[in-house]
């Protein structure tokens, strides 16, 4: 079981990053894929989380700004990331426990993932903010 997030890099505040999860082992369709972030000297924080059946859920902070979608073609996740600001800088990881179809904890359209929850991740891309 092995993800790869890509697509990282540098982007000015306003700007757009579009991130990708990619997977070997395992068919990302079939599961709960997570996206976390975590900066320096930060815990590590949840972005955002999308159902096997495409519903999405989104933490507070990037409600609004950030969309996570399938691309089944690809078999990935994406997340495209518009009206960056620079606290959006962090390392974006993509995970997954192969445990269910459905991303919880939730409470309306916020998601309240724990990282320690999820055992595999990908190997974590740079998201850098600034002008």
């Known amino acids: 079981v092995q993800l790869q997030a890509s697509g990282g890099g540098l982007a000015q505040p306003g700007g757009s990053l579009r991130l990708a999860c990619a997977s070997s082992?395992?068919?990302?369709?079939?599961?709960?894929i997570g996206w976390f972030r975590q900066a320096p000297g930060k815990e590590r924080e949840a972005v955002s989380c999308?159902?096997?059946?495409?519903?999405?859920y989104y933490g507070d902070a990037v409600k609004g700004r950030f969309t996570i979608a399938r691309n089944k073609d690809k078999n990935t996740v994406v997340l495209q990331m518009n009206l960056l600001k620079p606290e959006d800088s962090a390392v974006y990881y993509c995970?997954?426990?192969?445990?269910?179809?459905?991303?919880?904890?939730?409470?309306?359209?916020?998601?309240?993932?724990?990282?320690?929850?999820?055992?595999?991740w990908g190997q974590g891309t740079q998201v850098t903010v600034s002008s």
């Open positions: 995970a997954t426990d192969l445990g269910g179809k459905i991303c919880v904890p939730t409470s309306g359209s916020t998601w309240y993932g724990e990282p320690k929850k999820y055992p595999y």
């Open positions: 082992g395992f068919d990302l369709a079939d599961y709960r």
């Open positions: 999308i159902n096997a059946d495409g519903t999405t």
